[in-house]
């Protein structure tokens, strides 16, 4: 499916419009076996040890030993999958557009993790039955991914779990714009994935991903946990998917994408669902 870009919906929080700007070549990666995109096969890879790496652009941002880790907030959000009769599917939000932070992006359901949440995982069942409705009772979690620091001094834990059959969706419309779901398929197909690059008014590179579908555009932090999924599926299967994607400095090899320009520490990353109730 050929990506298409939103015209109707602009994306006014971020201060620029992440539609637009220039993409960047990447190295090219493996497809997924069909079998990766399966509910069973999902679930035994959890359950099992898989070697992995995180997206390697955004290496740093996943990293324990980040300094700004200890002063961050802490957020989880959960990666919804859908079983639907043409294959899974992930469940988004559409932030409300009157909302201060982030207005019009898309995320995942999530929030900051509160004292009695005692946990990601219950913080994520949580803001999920808060902003869509959708109670624990119908959330079968299956693992939970590494923790994202954003540039807006979050820790985003992701979680993933199964929607179960007869769950229902009841969004709080003062959060929540829109709820829809995209093929699972066509989100881990990294041939759908694109490498944006920001030129800044001081002439600082940051960059970001994206992937579309139909009218939407997943950008941001939501985008790099997607990324991530991708790569801990591709592992899970024995893929190689060339983790030295990120120039070691100036003027890096020509096999690897042309970030040269671009200092680690600049990559943009805009969380999915990590705040405080607006």
């Not at 040890?49 to 955004?58: D, G, K, R």
């Not at 907030?73 to 982030?102: I, S, Y």
Request: glycine share 8%; hydrophobic share 40%; aromatic share 8%.
């Amino acid at each position: 499916m050929t990506p298409s870009v939103p015209s109707s919906r602009p994306i006014k929080a971020a201060g620029f419009d992440p539609t637009r700007q220039p993409v960047l070549p990447c190295l090219p990666l493996p497809p997924l076996p069909a079998q990766c995109l399966q509910l069973d096969y999902i679930r035994n890879a959890f359950e099992r040890a898989v070697n992995w790496q995180v997206e390697p652009l955004f290496a740093q941002a996943f990293g324990p030993d980040n300094p700004g880790s200890a002063q961050a907030r802490q957020a989880a959000v959960l990666v919804p999958l859908v079983q639907r009769a043409d294959g899974l599917r992930v469940l988004f939000t559409r932030r409300a557009e009157h909302l201060h932070h982030h207005a019009g992006q898309i995320s995942f359901p999530g929030g900051r993790i509160e004292p009695e949440d005692g946990s990601p995982v219950a913080a994520a069942l949580r803001e999920t039955h808060e902003e869509i409705g959708v109670g624990s009772q119908f959330i079968q979690v299956m693992g939970v991914q590494p923790t994202l620091l954003t540039t807006t001094q979050f820790l985003m834990t992701p979680v993933v779990g199964e929607l179960l059959p007869g769950f229902q969706v009841h969004p709080d419309h003062a959060e929540v714009a829109e709820v829809f779901e995209v093929p699972l398929a066509v989100l881990m197909d990294p041939a759908q994935h694109r490498l944006h690059q920001l030129q800044t008014s001081l002439g600082h590179g940051r960059c970001y991903f994206s992937v579309c579908w139909q009218s939407y555009f997943i950008w941001g932090a939501t985008a790099i946990l997607l990324r991530n999924f991708y790569y801990f599926l591709a592992a899970s299967a024995g893929l190689a998917t060339l983790p030295d994607t990120l120039p070691s400095g100036p003027g890096g090899g020509a096999s690897r994408p042309d970030t040269s320009s671009v200092a680690p520490e600049r990559l943009l990353i805009v969380p999915a669902q990590a705040r405080s109730k607006t």
